[in-house]
């Protein structure tokens, strides 16, 4: 089983660290990614940073209107905190991150049940819903619904799931409509939920498991657009450090080998740690937004933002050596 980087676990085991574990991590655009894409730092968010004195973990993210929104996984306690910060975009790219201004509290696990579920925290999956939000939790795999003052747990373990990201695939893409999870198993199964009742107290009506062979920390639907000649799906692999980009079936799943092998596999960016623990497509700028395993919130754009307001990343070849050298030794420990 292949789960997220040991450093966390560690850190969490030791006292639960009086200080947050300091993590430092190289991300570079894949050589083989499409011309004209850049890749661009948004930092740490300081004013969430500085909101912890215990290790923790940027997970997912999700756009409500003018804001970005990032859950973090925090082991120390059953309550999660999903923080709002203000998009700063300017000549259509988004160019920053503004201070604080909202969070929203949830469960990571029952909070009667600390003895069966200590250190549930939230993962990938984070989605704005009419009525408030729903969310994914690991290693229990529990599908959040919190409406504004309240939070109530949908148990997902029968589905078999290990919970990764959750979307729901968009109008005008195949499989319009449906609820997909994707999941950290050994086999990268995707789910197509059906849930019964309202938010706030759904349950499983049915699901639908597909088997592709992608392990998706999170995931977004990227329609057409400069870069991309067909609808698909950019995901955080969870077992190659990448963020790579699929095509999808009539379904809304990413098109494999175990799947169908309608497309071929679009490499964007590599690193030396996780990428693509939360990941976000703008519907106003159409950048892509993603978290990585060092509490980063980097920016995917195709075409180049105002160069003083972010840091760019470089990279090259022998870089992108050195990574998938780190990457075969940590292939070959189990992670998270």
């Not at 009667?112 to 009525?131: C, H, I, K, W």
């Not at 077992?239 to 964007?268: A, E, M, W």
Request: with cysteine; charged share 10%.
């Amino acid at each position: 089983m292949f789960h997220r980087r040991n450093t966390f676990v560690v850190c969490t085991l030791t006292a639960l660290c009086a200080a947050p574990c300091l993590l430092h991590g190289t991300v570079i655009l894949d050589p083989t990614a499409p011309a004209g894409l850049t890749l661009y730092s948004l930092g740490t968010a300081p004013d969430v940073a500085a909101s912890y004195t215990n290790a923790v973990e940027y997970e997912g993210l999700a756009i409500s209107g003018n804001n970005l929104l990032l859950s973090v996984a925090n082991a120390a306690t059953a309550v999660q905190t999903i923080w709002s910060l203000p998009l700063i975009r300017s000549n259509s790219h988004i160019v920053g991150l503004g201070s604080i201004d909202g969070s929203t509290q949830v469960l990571g696990y029952p909070a009667d049940q600390p003895e069966r579920y200590f250190g549930n925290v939230m993962a990938g999956g984070l989605v704005p819903v009419s009525g408030g939000l729903i969310y994914t939790t690991f290693a229990n795999s529990f599908l959040g619904q919190n409406t504004g003052g309240s939070t109530t747990l949908l148990d997902l373990t029968p589905t078999g799931a290990l919970t990764g990201g959750l979307q729901y695939v968009p109008a005008g893409f195949t499989g319009a409509g449906q609820l997909k999870a994707s999941s950290t198993d050994a086999n990268g199964t995707w789910y197509t939920l059906n849930l019964n009742g309202s938010l706030g107290s759904y349950s499983i009506g049915s699901f639908t498991p597909v088997i592709t062979g992608v392990q998706a920390f999170s995931f977004d639907y990227i329609p057409v657009d400069a870069t991309f000649t067909a609808p698909g799906v950019a995901l955080g692999d969870a077992i190659h450090q990448r963020l790579d980009f699929y095509g999808i079936d009539s379904n809304g799943n990413p098109c494999t080998p175990q799947n169908g092998g309608c497309s071929k596999v679009i490499h964007l960016v590599d690193g030396d740690v996780q990428v693509g623990l939360g990941v976000v497509r703008d519907p106003v700028t159409g950048d892509l937004l993603f978290t990585t395993g060092a509490n980063d919130i980097w920016l995917l754009s195709d075409s180049e933002p105002e160069p003083s307001t972010v840091v760019l990343a470089v990279g090259g070849i022998a870089m992108l050596g050195w990574l998938r050298r780190r990457r075969l030794v940590s292939r070959n420990t189990p992670e998270r």
